[in-house]
Nanobody
Framework: VQLQASGGGLVQAGGSLRLSCKVS????????MGWFRQAPGKEREFVAV????????NYADSVKGRFTIFRDNAKNMVYLQTNSLRPEDTAVYYC??????????????????WGQGTQVTVSS
């Protein structure tokens, strides 16, 4: 199983980036897909999740209204559209796949597979 995240970069505050996660080795439609991020000196934190059978995503309060997670099962791709970026969004962003129960869908412990991360840096 491989998850390959890409799309990060350096952007000014207020800008946008689209992060991509290419998934191979598992059937994407059977996976819960999450995005997490980790800033220097901080723990990895939940950003967004898209579940298998519904198209109802969940977001961390800090990104609601600015970030959008969506998936294309036919292309084995998951995306995170990030808009109105702020300096505090600076972090390494990771995509993750698994089959967590609902109560663990926002926890790193709920995911079995992880990508290598992509750096997002937002300048003020």
């Amino acid at each position: 199983v491989q998850l390959q995240a890409s799309g990060g970069g350096l952007v000014q505050a207020g800008g946008s980036l689209r992060l991509s996660c290419k998934v191979s080795g598992v059937t994407l439609s059977q996976q819960v897909m999450g995005w997490f991020r980790q800033a220097p000196g901080k723990e990895r934190e939940f950003v967004a999740v898209t579940r298998r059978n519904t198209n109802i995503p969940n977001y961390a309060d800090s990104v609601k209204g600015r970030f959008t997670i969506f998936r294309d099962n036919a292309k084995n791709m998951v995306y995170l559209q990030t808009n109105s970026l702020r300096p505090e969004d600076t972090a390494v962003y990771y995509c993750a796949a698994g089959q967590p129960i609902l109560s663990y869908s926002q926890s790193t412990a709920g995911y079995r597979y992880w990508g290598q991360g992509t750096q997002v840096t937002v300048s003020s």
